[in-house]
């Protein structure tokens, strides 16, 4: 039984370039959350995705970030114009309804 | 807003030393608390869930309890290999399903 799955594992950005990271869920479940964390923070919620719906993405910011689920392939994260701020390692977690999350092992963006 | 406050932020502990982890938590309503370890460069890796209040759970060296207001986990004789950094969350009742974490407590055990 395989778990989240993301990918890149590392990711390595200049400044104003974009990034994109994916998420497979665990089989069966069909809800997607996207967690950031930075250095000496706790994780912080940031999106919630079903299958080509977006329920909640009152953590993400306004601007550069945005998430899908689509029907077809993974759950992406898309910064665009990224700036050193956005540094940090970026956590999917999958549920089969409203329970327990599992993590995946996390994509360590760093913005040079 | 949901709140999550976890201590000490680090423990250090001798091999066999028993001790407690504490989370203070305030929500709106509780759906479920949970408590993940999280080793050093890899994801949180579940532990436990606890949905009422006198709710505990055991796992090995492990049990978690829960009250209105916290959450302990207990460690009892603890192991080198349970060193990792433990994190408590709250999910609170409505639409949102969403976690809201603590900062974490880093125990290290030493042999």
């Known amino acids: 039984n395989a778990g989240v799955m993301q990918n890149p594992r590392h990711l390595v950005r200049r400044r104003g370039q974009e990034a994109r990271l994916r998420c497979s869920p665990m089989k069966g479940h069909s809800h997607v959350y996207w967690y950031r964390q930075l250095p000496e923070e706790g994780l912080k919620f940031m999106v919630y995705?079903?299958?080509?719906?977006?329920?909640?993405e009152s953590g993400m910011p306004k601007e550069r970030f945005s998430a899908e689920f689509p029907k077809e392939g993974p759950s992406i994260l898309r910064i665009q114009q990224v700036v050193r701020g956005d540094s940090a390692a970026y956590f999917c977690?999958?549920?089969?309804?409203?329970?327990?999350?599992?993590f995946g092992p996390g994509t360590r963006l760093l913005v040079l | 807003e949901d709140q999550v406050t976890q201590s000490p932020e680090a423990l250090r502990l001798q091999e066999g030393e028993s001790s407690s982890l504490n989370c203070s938590y305030t929500v709106s309503g509780l759906r479920g608390l949970f408590w993940y370890r999280q080793d050093p460069g890899k994801g949180p890796e579940f532990l436990f869930t606890?949905?009422?209040a006198g709710e505990e759970k055991e796992k090995e060296r492990l049990k978690a309890t829960l009250t209105k207001k916290e959450s302990f986990l207990h460690i009892t004789a603890p192991k080198p290999e349970d060193s990792a950094t433990y994190l408590c969350a709250v999910q609170a009742t409505g639409a949102n399903s969403k976690l809201t974490f603590g900062k974490g407590i880093t125990l290290s055990v030493r042999p």
């Open positions: 977690a999958s549920s089969p309804q409203k329970e327990t999350q599992y």
């Open positions: 995705l079903q299958k080509e719906n977006i329920i909640d």
């Open positions: 606890l949905y009422s």
